[in-house]
């Protein structure tokens, strides 16, 4: 069973960072493409960023590139989202993702 659990999330201010993690378990890590999505209040979900397997081939979404900087270490099962220069319009729950499953998320909350 795909077992992911995010954490890192909080509330910061305009312009500071955060770094989102995620632990992966009940299946191989390290043979498959992850993912960070997102929900924003009121909204639909929204990819963020995916990386390759061997971590080499990061991808972003256009209102995070620049931003934010995905990784993983395959030895430790974990997902990371390094998120700075954070925005209002980052608010929302951020979801580590394999496929179609999600983990429960965390919310971030971006505010002065």
């Known amino acids: 069973e795909v077992r992911l659990v995010e954490s890192g999330g909080g509330l910061v201010q305009p312009g500071g960072s955060l770094r989102l993690s995620c632990a992966a378990s009940?299946?191989?890590?390290?043979?498959?493409?992850m993912s960070w999505v997102r929900q924003a209040p009121g909204k639909g979900l929204e990819w963020v960023s995916s990386?390759?397997?061997?971590?080499?081939?990061?991808s972003y979404g256009d209102s995070v590139k620049g931003r934010f900087t995905i990784s993983r270490d395959n030895a430790r099962n974990t997902l990371y989202l390094q998120m700075n220069s954070l925005k209002p319009e980052d608010t929302a729950v951020y979801y580590c993702?394999?496929?179609?499953?999600r983990g429960q998320g965390t919310q971030v909350t971006v505010s002065s």
């Open positions: 993702a394999k496929g179609p499953a």
């Open positions: 009940g299946f191989t890590f390290s043979s498959g493409v």
């Open positions: 990386i390759s397997s061997d971590g080499r081939t990061p």
